[in-house]
């Protein structure tokens, strides 16, 4: 039984009022279904009469629902009231809305929910205040954070390992590395976790000194501490350092016991991941170097292993070794190529010229293929302008990816590179007729834990002005050291001058300029970009690096780009 008090809970003004209609609705099977189901205050309402009329304890109630439905205001006091009559857990029911909230869609949610707690006067636990912590790091939300990590303070809970660590993570992922850094000093007890949220911070930020100090440091190293160093040290184009500590990993986990078959199994997973990493990175010298050392120490590659070779392979322009690699592959180690294996053959023999035997590659193959095999015989026809294959290309691709508008683009350039301009203006007005628009451009760039977004031609931006402007003396300086807009990356029906005007507003140029104003000399920029970066921007930045003495990494939809002293990673091969 409940207490008679429940009954005289007031409900807020806010609350729909049942009228005759609804009350005829209250049939004895409807509410037995919302007992259960209830999904909003109103229909916990009908639930919550049904229970009075019929002497049904509160207590059945599923608490933690009734919490997730009144966590929003006005409710939470109705919540609130009847939780003080059936449970003495209260904090925890509201824990699981705010961690739902935190680590959901909702972040703010989680803020407002945890002041009406407050207001309550109800006594938050660490749960409460790491629940909070993460809400802050998700949305860098630095000065909520502080205020929490005050509380944190106040209620004795700084001795709490878990709660710390996530304290840390959050002035970290929020750009406050001294703030990180002091915490960190501070605390009288660290795991491995609160080591490698430092090192993967530093890493993120270029700072690989550093990073390297804390993880020659740290006590004790988890398979995360080395793997983020060694990611660092593959995004900051430092390839062989990478390797290195790859192989120390390797050495250090071989330890030989009864589950060895699944140990290789292991192996194999983490020597494929590395090479493909290197692959990726432009690093494919290291990734060869790699392969060979596994393949001496009696590791056997398997399909992943491959596609990092011939990735590798294409970025090179290695061809024989290619070809070496992809029939070894069923000839040495009997794997079957899967549509990545070709895709990366057919790239590999496109990038390079061999357009004729691209082709022929494709008409052999043994699988039907997809839009990224003939997509790669179509990016490398653009390269080496073959308007007549391009055409086969694309003629395939509309039937395989119709909607994909980079492809239009590509066959579009290809004619007017071509000179061809009616047909370029076909295949726009093709575009057109299906439907198929073309992608806008965007960046981002994370700077002080803000991350700032940059769309194509956008003057939007708060620092629009400014950043024109230090392009413009940007432009003075590249023009000195030889860069010449390529405009023919421009679609447009328009004069050179705007042309010129549209590609200086490309979203990664934007961003570039923005980082070099808003941050410290030195600093790394890094970006993300949601379509492939296009050739004016990439001789642009590969200048920028060099007149501005920064590292600029890129991540494009395809690859990463580290662009360092004028030159990058992917060696423009991309
Ligand atoms: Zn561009
Ligand atoms: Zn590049």
Known sequence: MFPATLCSVQLPPSFPKLTQQHKNFQTDSLTTHLVSNFNCPFELKQVHAHFIKTKTPLSTLTLSRVAMVCSSSPAFDYAHKMFRHVDNQEIVLWNSCLRSFAEGNSPIEAFRLLRRIRLVDLFPDTFTCSFAIKACSKLLALAEGRVIHALVEKLGFKSDLFLLNTIVHMYASCGAMEDACCLFTRMVERDVVTWNIMITQFTKLGDMGTARDLFDEMPMRSVRSWTAMIAGYVQCGKPKEATRLFIEMEEAGVEPNEVFHEMEERSVVSWSAMIGGLAIHGQAEEALRLFKRMSK??????????????????????????????????????????????????????????????????????????????????????????????????????????????YYVVLSNIYAEAGRWEDAARVRRLMRERGVKKTPGWSTMAVNGVVHEFVAGDGSHPNAQEIYEKWEELLHKLKAK???????????????????????????????????????????????KNLRVCEDCHAALKLISEISGRQIVLRDRNRFHSFMNGICSCKDYW
């Open 297 to 406: 120490i009696g590791i056997r590659p398997n399909g992943v292993t491959i596609i990092g070779l011939l990735l590798a392979c294409s970025h090179m322009g290695l061809i024989d070794e290619g070809r070496k690699y992809f029939a070894s592959m069923t000839k040495d180690y009997g794997i079957i190529p899967q549509i990545e294996h070709y895709g990366c053959m057919v790239d590999l023999l496109s990038r390079t010229g061999l357009l004729e035997e691209a082709h022929e590659f494709i008409k052999n193959m043994p699988i039907k293929p997809n839009s990224v095999v003939w997509g790669a015989l179509l990016g490398g026809c653009k390269v080496h302008k073959n308007v007549k294959l391009g055409e086969e290309a694309i003629k395939h691709l509309q039937e395989l990816d119709p909607l994909n508008d980079g």
């Open 482 to 528: 030889g860069y010449v807009p390529n405009t023919s990356v421009v679609l447009l029906d328009m004069d050179e001058n705007e042309k010129e005007n549209v590609l200086y507003r490309h979203s990664e140029k934007l961003a570039v300029v923005f980082g070099l104003i808003s941050t410290s000399p030195g600093t790394p920029l890094r970006i993300m």
